[in-house]
């Protein structure tokens, strides 16, 4: 049965009504550090009032670079508690990629770990960054990042005016899949009412233990899993890494009832040698793995015992718009219904609806206030751009049955998708084009046999150059996040290009994988796990590793 209890305004008026009835109760568990509702609260408080005593005032930009913990939720709880805006920023960016994102935010401090201070020091003075908080055991120079045990340690700050379900809580980056990654200004209220929505089709429930892989700088982690779990009474699993070889028994073992990822962990788990029997399934009673494809939901279900639900849809733009309920008859392979405060239609070019089963771009808008984004930070451009004829545009391809399943099948925009990520072509083309011996180069997507994609490469050398697998691998591996790494690279002499000299990438894809294609990884060539952070190991791998 779903909760019905008050929609809260902020995260952190969440945390304190549960904290008022069930201090002791235990909350979240990352790996081998766990806490409870009231421990949460008191490493909130003193967090965001050693913010306060740094001088950080509402309005101001927070990044959090740092791998899933504790202390990263604290964070977003702080920032709450104060009115500061949460800047999370994907642990793997590094050099230009990570520089952006930190500018363009505006950020004015940063809690970062130490992989993360070591790829912020490696930039140039960043003209807004006034203070780092670094998360580690010890103490820092005087010159250096303020040890997180120092802030932590500071007395609560002021009581602070009341804050709306419309206030800025979070810029969320979009990956930029066709260009620089746009930051979604998300409000207080999309992540407190979306999680109400997923109570509401049964996603996360009260006293559900939820144990999720996601990193804590996803949208879907911190709209889909963290808020959900914290306004609905449920609790939160967590981990750094996902080893597909144990991710079952771990869940089983911790009395967990929900399994959250995404469809490429459902394909990892099946991917693993089969046991002599199908395992107990303990607790759980939904594994939600969107977008699994109905076949492998079903293999799931038969070789694992427990129910697959992989219908769901959203982006950072709108958190969740559609899902499947999971006590009601659905459709596999489909997005699922609206869910309550989305309004979701299919346009045609001209914006006027299509029929019933026919497609075109998918649009949607809120039916309640504050649970759509707010425009992109800095880009009133691209925000008109997106908000078009009352509706915010998508981008991605589909239909609405007469009975108001939404199906996707295509994207407008020329996206990749690898390990979870979109992937920006164009910035992969960007610092390929920088390499001393390319021409030319244009990226697109090759089937990946693990779900999303692999990257391909095609590229024109500059009169006279050479091509060196080993020595492009080493010059890209040291400016690029290993996930927008092609896999792929093959020499062209040119591309084929349409009447006003535009690529044809259609072309290219179509042309594949072929006999003249170097495959980095059959060469030797990966991004080790070790070296995917400055310093420190990251949660992604090929062997059924995160």
Known sequence: MSVRTPVPTTLWEALELRSRVSADEHYVTCDDTSASVGELRDLALGLAGGFHALGLVRGDRVAIVAESSVEVLVAHLACSRLGLVAVPINIFLKGDFLRYQLEHSGAVAAVVDQPGLTSVSALEKLPDLRHTVLIAEGSSPDEGPIPWAQVIASDPPPPMPAMSRADHAAIIYTSGTTGRPKGCIIPHGNFTVTSMALNEVGFVRMGDKLITPAPMFHMGFLGGMFASTLCAGATLHTMRRFQASTFLDTARQVGATVIYAVGTIGMLLLAQPRGPRPPDPGRLRIALLPPLSPASQIEFEERFGIPVLGENYGQSEFNVIAAAHVDQPRRRGSAGVAVSHAEVAVVDESGSLVAPGEDGEIVVRPRKPDVMFQGYWKDPDATLGTWRNLW???????????????????????????????????????????????????????????????????????????????????????????????????????????????????????????????????????????????????????????
């Not at 999303?452 to 691998?473: H, Q, S, W, Y």
């Not at 996040?481 to 535009?502: Q, S, T």
């Open 392 to 546: 915010h545009h998508t981008g991605d391809v589909g239909r609405l049955d007469i009975d108001g399943t939404l199906w996707i099948t295509d994207r407008k925009k020329d996206v990749i998708r690898r390990r979870g990520e979109n992937v920006s072509s164009v910035q992969v083309e960007e610092t390929m084009r920088r390499l001393p011996a390319i021409e030319q180069v244009a990226v697109h997507a090759v089937p990946s046999d693990v779900g999303d994609d692999e990257i391909k490469a095609c590229i024109v050398l500059k009169e006279g150059a050479t091509f060196d697998p080993k020595e492009m691998f080493a010059a890209l591996k040291a400016v690029m996040p290993y996930f927008n790494m092609p896999r792929y690279v093959e020499v062209l002499d040119a591309f084929p290009v349409n009447a006003v000299g535009r690529v044809q990438k259609q072309v290219l894809r179509d042309r594949g994988i072929s006999n003249d294609t170097i495959d980095f990884e059959i060469l030797g060539l990966t991004v080790d796990r070790v070296e995917r952070r400055a310093g420190g190991p990251g949660p992604q791998g090929r062997t059924g590793e995160l």
